[in-house]
Structure formats: structure tokens, C-alpha cells
């Protein structure tokens, strides 16, 4: 097995746990419902994605898989075999180390975890965390840009006065709304639990303070 392999599992760990970051991340921040920049609601869900990472501890041997496998597994199943651990070579003698590979001829101890195992898991995860908090960040303000995009080629094109849909997944499950007074905010309704406004209705005229 090639020497990148191991990095490559752990890279692709790394993107598992980041795509983790970016949907917990999408959810808490759409639930906050802010738009654009907002230093507390990103707080809030970055906090909230960092909290949902801790359930996945289980896995914190998952990253040293590759050795897992290299050093202890098949390096004893090629002892037992007669074989040099560290390169598969047909052992001569059980006293000098390796003609081929130079390392000790004896079965290699059994996998533990051990520090550098959290350490390693740790380190992935908290690189994770900031990837997924940028993407996410960077994906929903995207969306809200072209949610701006879209509204207002609505009302130049027909002159709508208002115009929601949902924001992109994975935070579908909240609305954006635009109008003319007020540009970009979270839909009516949302927010406003004691007057929703009527199914149907053109213009909601309750006054609201502006939430940008
Ligand atoms: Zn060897």
C-alpha cells in the first residue's frame, strides 16, 4: 500500500466531517434567522456545530485505520507466516533484523490507542470545523445575494411588490422574503407568530421594525 494512502483516508474523514460542520452549521443559522454578517448568530452556530461534533468521539480510532491495518494486522498475519512484518521477506533467522528491511523480526504489538490517536482526532476534527464554518457561512450568504438577485428582477420584470422562497438546502426549511420597503429579510410569519400573514395575501402591513 502506497505511503500517501493514509493521508488520503484522512483527508477524506477530514471532508466527511466538515460537510457534518457545514449542514449543522446551515440549520443553526437559518434558525436564527438573521441575514447576512451577523457576529452572534454565527457564534451561535458555530458553537451549535462544534457541540454536534462531539457525539462523533467513537470514531476516534477511525483516522489511524491505514496503520491500523499496515503495522498490526498484516504485520502479524506475515510474522505467523514466516514473513518479515515490515516488508513480507521469508524470514532466514528469528535472531537479526531483516536482510531486506532492516526492521526487528517480531510480531508487532496489537493497536492501542493512545495519545497521538486523540491528538490526530482532534486536529481533524477542529480543521474540519473551520472548513465547514466557512462553507457554509460563504453558501448561505451566497444564497442570499442571489435571493436579492431574484427579487429584484421580479419586480423589474413584473413589478411584484414581494417575493419569497426557500433558502437553499440545507436550510430549505426556512423562507427568505424580500419587499420593496424593507429588502431582504426572514418571511413573515416565521417570526411574527401573532399575526401571520393571510395565504394569498399581496403585502403584509404590520409594522416591523427593519431587521437589517
Ligand atoms: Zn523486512
Not at 34 to 47: D, M, R
Not at 77 to 82: C, E
Not at 112 to 133: D, E, K, Q, S
Amino acid at each position: 500500500m502506497p505511503l500517501f494512502l493514509p493521508h488520503l483516508f484522512r483527508g477524506l474523514i477530514l471532508l466527511l466531517l466538515a460537510a457534518h460542520v457545514f449542514y449543522m452549521f446551515s440549520i443553526a443559522r437559518a434558525l436564527a434567522g438573521t441575514i447576512g454578517w451577523s457576529w452572534s448568530t454565527f457564534i451561535i452556530a458555530a458553537g451549535f456545530a462544534l457541540i454536534m461534533l462531539l457525539p462523533l468521539i467513537w470514531a476516534v480510532a477511525l483516522p489511524e485505520f491505514p496503520e491500523m491495518y499496515l503495522r498490526h494486522v498484516r504485520g502479524r498475519r506475515r510474522f505467523a507466516r514466516g514473513e518479515c512484518p515490515g516488508c513480507g521477506y521469508r524470514i532466514a533467522t528469528e535472531d537479526a533484523p531483516c536482510s531486506e528491511c532492516g526492521s526487528a523480526v517480531e510480531p508487532p504489538e496489537p493497536y492501542r490507542i493512545c495519545g497521538r490517536t486523540v491528538r490526530t482526532f482532534v486536529l481533524i476534527n477542529l480543521f474540519a470545523w473551520v472548513v465547514g464554518l466557512a462553507a457554509a457561512e460563504g453558501w448561505a450568504q451566497y444564497d442570499e445575494h442571489v435571493f436579492l438577485a431574484e427579487a429584484q428582477a421580479a419586480h423589474a420584470a413584473e413589478g411584484s411588490q414581494r417575493f419569497t422562497r426557500a433558502r437553499a438546502w440545507p436550510s430549505d426549511s426556512a423562507r427568505l422574503q424580500w419587499d420593496v420597503e424593507r429588502g431582504v429579510r426572514v418571511e413573515d410569519g416565521q417570526i411574527n407568530w401573532t399575526r401571520p400573514p393571510a395565504p394569498g395575501s399581496g403585502r403584509d402591513e404590520s409594522p416591523l421594525p427593519k431587521s437589517r
